[in-house]
């Protein structure tokens, strides 16, 4: 089983600093990585990149040999590796066994929302090669300074949420740049919590622009609420705590962090239930877990995702004995 992340998100959104600076965090704690550009017009790599689709096709060749724009040629592109996946499984081969796959896709929306070419190009490596994918969706942190772009932003994940069928986390990205966009209508958790969007809109009727539009973008509004699927995550590229933090929530997302386990499951669960105190209970994790140092941070998070009694086990055993020790001091 191959773990991975597939990185799309509009133009501009970060989505190549993205992988070259989470590629460069994994690989810091121990994890081998496979950047592989799946962009055609993406001809300037920061990073090492596994594989290229430019050795496939390119973006400016399909647009001079068929009159296509950048819109069009890309669109034709995504069709051509759909019709030779076979290139694609083939080039991934080397990676399958030991590597932590980041797939750098192109910025046009529409290949996530509308088309079905990348839908069915992801959804053939997860059948054929095993993979578990976490879409990470790449949203400017510029857009909350516009309470109708931000809007749009909500539409777009939710309708790319709706299209790829994915383990999906939305990234407000270059959240270390967002004073300089201007002051924020609301606190940030606001916009990352997709709260109360009708807050919105005594400041949308402030723009003359949005005022003929006052009941579509109500309903639009309405539209994202009814579904509670979108949420956001902030991110900077250059903090490492915000990559600590998103690289919690995916390994949550594709079940990475309970991967390894298989092996050990019949000796965690009778570990969680036997009658042991709460260190030794993660002392004896600890052991039966071998993994990177590095990665000590997510063992217990493994244990509790497989076994919900876990945590449950040590909280209870800690209010009992936090009961006795009341008792006994009223008693006195």
Avoid at 3 to 11: A, E, L, S, W
Avoid at 54 to 60: G, M, P, W
Avoid at 140 to 169: N, Q, R
Avoid at 279 to 301: H, M
């Amino acid at each position: 089983m191959v773990f991975g992340q597939v990185v799309i998100g509009p133009p501009g959104s970060g989505k190549t600093t993205y992988c070259n600076g989470m590629s460069q965090f994994l690989k810091l704690i121990g994890r081998k990585v496979a950047v592989i550009n799946l962009d055609p017009a993406n001809d300037a790599l920061p990073y090492e990149c596994a594989v290229n689709i430019e050795d496939l096709i390119k973006l400016e060749d399909v647009m001079n040999e068929h009159s296509l724009g950048p819109n069009g040629g890309l669109v034709y592109c995504m069709d051509y590796l759909q019709k030779n996946i076979d290139w694609l499984e083939s080039k991934l081969m080397p990676f399958i066994k030991d590597h932590y796959l980041l797939f750098d896709f192109p910025g046009q929306v529409e290949l996530f929302s509308v088309h079905t070419n990348v839908r069915n190009i992801i959804n053939k490596l997860m059948k054929k090669l095993d993979l578990r994918l976490t879409a990470i969706h790449l949203v400017d942190a510029h857009l909350c300074s516009d309470p109708g772009k931000y809007v749009s932003a909500l539409l777009l994940s939710l309708s790319t949420m709706i299209h790829l069928e994915l383990p999906h986390i939305n990234v407000l990205s270059k959240i270390d740049l967002i004073e300089s966009y201007g002051k924020l209508a609301f606190n940030l958790d606001f916009y990352t919590d997709v709260q109360d969007l009708s807050y919105l809109q005594y400041h949308l009727d402030q723009d003359p622009r949005h005022a003929k539009y006052r009941k579509l973008t109500k309903e639009l509004c309405e539209v994202v609420e009814d579904y509670g699927l979108v949420n956001v995550t902030s991110f900077a590229i250059d903090d490492s705590e915000f990559k600590r933090k998103l690289r919690k929530y995916l390994n949550k997302s594709n079940f990475y962090v309970i991967a390894h386990m298989d092996g050990s499951r019949d000796k965690y669960s009778c570990l969680v239930v036997k009658d042991t105190d709460s260190d030794t209970y993660l002392t004896l994790v600890f052991k039966l877990e071998k993994r990177p140092t590095t990665e000590e941070r997510d063992i217990e998070e493994r244990i509790q995702l497989r076994f919900g009694i876990a945590r449950w086990f040590v909280d209870e055993k800690w209010r009992k004995s936090t009961d006795t020790v009341d008792r006994t001091a009223r008693s006195r």
